[in-house]
């Protein structure tokens, strides 16, 4: 449509401003290597040969949250553990986005006790929850597809 | 200092720095940092290669390491209280998730202190079951070990390698429990329910294609001239040291000290099968690599004798209506079935008030349970000493002198896991 | 060389210590030996050293509280004769026995000696059971909390702290819960 149907195959595409962003935010979105117990270790599967990330562009996983996109807490947060996990959502820069991963990250999971929070939707805001515990590395992707959905949906009016 | 509200406070932004001064570290680190002349540098909860969030406390005198502070806590779930609150049966699940690397050992070792504390029996092929699964979940552990002690120095194609092997287990964990890891499996008096035609096949398969495996991992590291650099002389540990200490497992071995629980103290049928325990010499982190790869082989050895033992007859849970629940098939023609069945489900069955200590080979080391029962359906006290919690402990003693990039080598090979230490 | 044959721990402990081993007790297999707190290292490290015993390898030190639980039982009796109850669990490697070794703390002010000067393997275990059930002992280096965090208040393994559960939501109180429970925005 539009340009290209008329001037032949000059090998140019048209397309809207958000698509285009919303396609480069999506295709490298690089996550914090942020696993805090047994959820991390089928996040390192997912990472790993059977069920490669780096298909869906996550080939890095970052150390630090400067450079980090996506921030997949993976288990469970202590009281303790609630200030640090705080201050390095504050360190990301924008645009970030957060993937609570299991149970105990979306809700507390099998701990309702005194030293786990209940949720780290408590303390930072999430955009997608991934239910298990721990989770399939097949849920996790459905995951991150999930949120790569959720991003291509954003429009200019959310950005500002 | 981080402060308990902190779930309270939301989105406000709260003072994470330690506001501590170096005044409360004295005693702790040595004088030369209340002066400054050396730096106190923090490894924080946050960081690749601390295999969890494990925050170290360094005092560097340039690249050299005076002393460590090791800090941990940051995963502490209360799991111990939470038994508190449960029955017998239904906290199994909860002593998964310590040990996350290795969930069967520590259902394993839960149920072997109910079983000693309640006196309940358990079957021969229970027993050879058992086995089977420990093993299995030995080797599963100690390729998520070797790949990420390997990746974090740098060799990373020994990783991805590791978890090819590592998925083949976890399917048959799934064909078993149901579920890849945390599959609770183990029960008191047994084991949740029979292994499934489909396993046999996938066991054998992998005891014949696993070797080509370790070779593999061989052929990358075991010549390797920036392995040998990095691990040769290394974080060495004496044998007198490491008993003082509380150094258990194969990084004991390493050191030397011929102590494996599986041979001194068997419990579950180990007695009857065939195996050595590999042991190194200098104590250093190329030993304790070396033991783990041994391990691997008298692993396998293992399994195969337990699928050839493994008794065609038997039940693979105890026949004790009182602690075992009875197959659904029989609640249709027995009352009593229905009555046993009633009463584990909503009360549990009762221990005696007393207390029993259980002892099991992890793969990470010496793992134990102390149990406490009040004569009634929940236990006073569960208290787990995890291999983890001695070796962080131990670990300042190892790395003193060494430089910066050398700690990483030596977390690595002490195989800690901070949910096994801080549960 | 010649290894000196097994003695029974429970005799000599009697013969060199008299009265501080307060009671004895056999169950399922195991030996324990209830001492007076004063001499508590007194006897480990007897333990350690006398050849026939030589349990040279500490496993493990784990505290009970024996707090009334809901079944209503008194605590106190010669078995339990205080509130808090910590039992050293060693190991012999040469004639490859284990043994448990208890003493009891009082409820007001509860405190032991430590083990870690002469023990080092003792020192994360008794920081533990310092921070998780108040027990102080005396003479630790390092006095700090370790699983919890620096400013916490009380002793989570206390049978009198309570558990801390989050209410479970249901249908007629979910609204309060929600009004109540933070939630991150930003």
């Known amino acids: 449509m539009g340009i290209s149907s008329k001037l032949g195959n000059l090998g140019v595409v048209t397309t809207t401003l958000e698509t285009a962003v919303n396609w480069g935010r999506t295709g490298a979105m690089w996550p914090l290597l942020f696993g805090l117990a047994c959820c991390a270790i089928e996040m390192m599967a997912t990472q790993a040969s059977d069920y490669d990330m780096s298909r869906f562009g996550m080939e890095l996983n970052r150390a630090t949250p400067r450079q980090s996109d996506l921030m997949i807490v993976a288990g469970r947060v202590t009281r303790k553990m609630a200030p640090v996990v705080r201050q390095l959502y504050d360190q990301m820069a924008e645009p970030k986005w957060v993937l609570s991963m299991g149970d105990c990250a979306s809700c507390?999971?099998?701990?309702?006790?005194?030293?786990?929070v209940q949720g780290v939707d408590e303390i930072i805001p999430v955009d997608v929850y991934v239910a298990g515990c721990p989770p399939r590395p097949e849920q996790l992707i459905h995951g991150i597809l999930t949120l790569h959905e959720k991003i291509k949906g954003e429009r200019i009016r959310d950005w500002a | 200092m981080v402060t308990k509200d902190i779930a309270s406070q939301g989105e406000k932004a709260v003072e994470t720095t330690?506001?501590?001064?170096?005044?409360?570290?004295?005693?702790?680190?040595?004088?030369?940092?209340l002066t400054g002349e050396t730096m106190l540098l923090n490894m924080g909860p946050h960081h690749p290669s601390t295999h969890g969030v494990l925050r170290l406390l360094l005092e560097l005198d340039g690249e050299e390491m005076v002393t460590i502070l090791p800090d941990i806590g940051f995963l502490h779930t209360g799991i111990e209280k939470s038994i508190e609150d449960k029955t017998y049966e239904k906290a199994v699940p909860l002593t998964d998730r310590m040990d996350y690397l290795s969930p069967l050992s520590n259902n394993a070792v839960f149920c072997m202190a109910i079983e000693k504390l309640a006196n309940i029996d358990v079957p021969e092929r229970a027993q050879t079951i058992r086995v089977i699964m420990l093993e299995l979940q030995r080797i599963a552990s100690h390729l998520v070990w070797l790949g990420t002690g390997a990746l974090d120095m740098g060799a990373m194609s020994v990783f991805l390698y590791a978890f090819i092997e590592r998925e083949k287990i976890l399917t048959m964990f799934e064909m078993a429990a149901g579920q890849r890891l945390m599959g609770s499996y183990m029960r008191p008096g047994g084991v949740w329910r029979d292994l499934p035609a489909e396993f046999f096949p996938a066991v054998k398969k992998f005891v014949e294609?696993?070797?080509?495996?370790i070779e593999d991992y061989e052929t990358l590291l075991k010549e390797n001239p920036i392995w040998l650099d990095r691990t040769q002389g290394v974080g060495v540990l004496e044998p007198d040291v490491a008993l003082a200490l509380g150094v258990s497992g194969s990084s004991l071995r390493a050191s030397g000290v011929n102590w494996d629980i599986r041979k001194a103290m068997p419990y579950s049928g180990y007695q009857n099968y065939d195996f050595d325990v590999p042991l190194g010499e200098h104590g250093d982190v190329y030993d304790r690599y070396r033991v783990r790869i041994g391990e691997f082989w008298e692993s396998l050895k293992i399994i195969k004798q337990a699928l050839a033992n493994l008794p065609q007859q038997g039940v693979f849970r105890t026949d004790n209506r009182k602690f075992a629940p009875p197959p659904r098939a029989e609640l249709g023609h027995s009352m009593e079935a229905v009555i046993h069945h009633f009463k584990l489900w909503t009360q549990g069955f009762d221990a005696p008030d007393e207390e029993v200590f259980v002892a099991i080979e992890s793969p990470r080391g010496e793992i134990s349970c102390y149990l406490h029962g009040?004569?009634?359906?929940?236990?006073?006290?569960?208290?787990?000493?995890?291999?983890?919690?001695?070796?962080i402990a131990a670990m300042p003693a190892v790395s003193k002198g060494h430089l910066l990039a050398d700690m990483v080598a030596i977390i690595g090979s002490f195989d800690i896991v901070l949910g096994d230490a801080d549960r | 060389m010649q290894i000196p044959a097994?003695?029974?721990?429970?005799?000599e402990v009697k013969a060199k210590f008299g009265d501080a081993l307060l009671h004895h007790k056999e169950f399922r297999g195991e030996t324990t030996l209830i001492v007076n707190p004063d001499r508590l290292v007194d006897v480990m490290l007897f333990l350690r050293a006398a050849p026939g015993l030589v349990y040279n390898y500490l496993s493990d030190i784990s505290a009970v509280d024996y707090y009334p639980n809901d079944y209503g039982d008194d605590f106190k009796s010669d078995f339990r004769p205080e509130r808090f109850g910590v039992s050293y669990h060693i190991y012999s490697m040469l004639y490859n026995r284990r043994l448990r070794v208890?003493?009891?703390?009082?409820?007001?002010?509860?405190?032991?000696?430590?083990?870690?000067?002469h023990w080092p393997?003792?020192?994360?275990?008794?920081?533990?059971?310092?921070?998780?059930?108040g027990v102080k002992f005396e003479g630790h280096p390092d006095q700090r909390r370790l699983l919890m965090a620096d400013d916490w208040d009380g002793h989570p393994h206390r049978r009198d702290y309570p558990l801390g559960k989050e209410t479970v939501a249901f249908s007629f109180n979910i609204e309060d819960i929600q009004k109540n429970k933070p939630i991150a925005k930003e």
């Open chain 1, 108 to 116: 507390g999971g099998v701990y309702n006790n005194y030293a786990v």
């Open chain 2, 18 to 33: 330690w506001e501590g001064s170096v005044e409360e570290l004295r005693g702790l680190v040595s004088e030369r940092a």
């Open chain 2, 209 to 213: 294609e696993f070797p080509r495996a």
């Open chain 2, 374 to 391: 009040t004569g009634g359906t929940k236990p006073r006290r569960a208290h787990f000493k995890t291999p983890s919690f001695q070796h």
């Open chain 3, 6 to 11: 097994a003695l029974n721990p429970v005799e």
């Open chain 3, 102 to 117: 208890k003493a009891f703390a009082a409820e007001e002010a509860p405190q032991l000696p430590s083990l870690t000067p």
């Open chain 3, 121 to 133: 393997a003792a020192n994360w275990l008794e920081r533990e059971i310092a921070d998780m059930m």
